[in-house]
């Protein structure tokens, strides 16, 4: 799964790195950003990709109780084609959640270990997200989830589970405005080829949601 990660760029450098040609209203880079809470997304309109943020849960537009999106923060790739909640997101709300690292916690003798993994060549990434709005004009809340699959070799001994980090160079091609079909996007996400990652333990200050700062990357000596 992915249930917590980091934004540290410069404002700047997401504009740049994702095409976006408005300012983002509200940026703040985040340490320890956890579901339920605020996640910068990128989307194409159909005529330019735009950056801004979304709730971290997904509430999909039927819902009778916004509180399900608790339940929704992460959605497994290899189903969600399937799924009356993701079905029709996968066929035309796909969206980049931005993203620069995410941390996971391995299971050891003496207890979970947080650890924080980033891609061995880049800084700043995206997972592969779906979006949707729930209410009306007046009152819309904008939800996401992320994609996540099985663990590749290198995240095995972390966690059985993973995040979808999209390649560069396919990430345009996720949000371009396009409809496809469920599996179609499915199939997207199954030819991936993943970045190579790395890894170092954290202390367990990340550990709660309410921690914020440096703290929750500091490596472990």
Not at 66 to 92: F, V
Not at 148 to 155: I, L
């Amino acid at each position: 799964m992915c249930g917590r990660y980091t934004l540290l760029a410069e404002e700047a450098e997401i504009l740049r790195e994702y095409g976006i040609e408005r300012p983002i209203d509200g940026y703040e880079p985040r340490y320890n950003i956890a579901p339920g809470q605020k996640v910068l997304a990128v989307i194409h309109d159909g005529t330019q990709k735009r950056a801004g943020y979304m709730k971290w849960g997904l509430v999909p537009s039927w819902a009778k109780d916004p509180k399900i999106g608790y339940k929704m923060i992460n959605a497994r790739s290899e189903t969600a084609h399937e799924k009356p909640s993701y079905k029709r997101l996968m066929s035309q709300k796909r969206c980049l959640i931005v993203a620069d690292s995410f941390y996971e916690w391995q299971k050891t003798e003496s207890g979970k270990q947080a650890v924080r993994i980033q891609p061995e060549n880049r800084s700043l990434f995206a997972f592969a997200g779906l979006w949707d709005q729930w209410g009306g004009e007046e009152e819309s809340l904008y939800t996401c989830t992320i994609l996540t699959q099985d663990a590749n070799e290198f995240m095995a001994p972390i966690h059985n589970r993973m995040p979808v980090i999209l390649p560069k160079g396919k990430q345009d091609q996720w949000i371009e405005p396009v409809k496809w079909s469920p599996s179609d996007a499915k199939g997207f996400v199954e030819q991936l080829t993943m970045d190579d990652l790395r890894a170092y333990e954290v202390s367990d200050y990340v550990n709660s949601a309410k921690n914020e700062g440096p703290d929750c990357i500091t490596p472990l000596t």
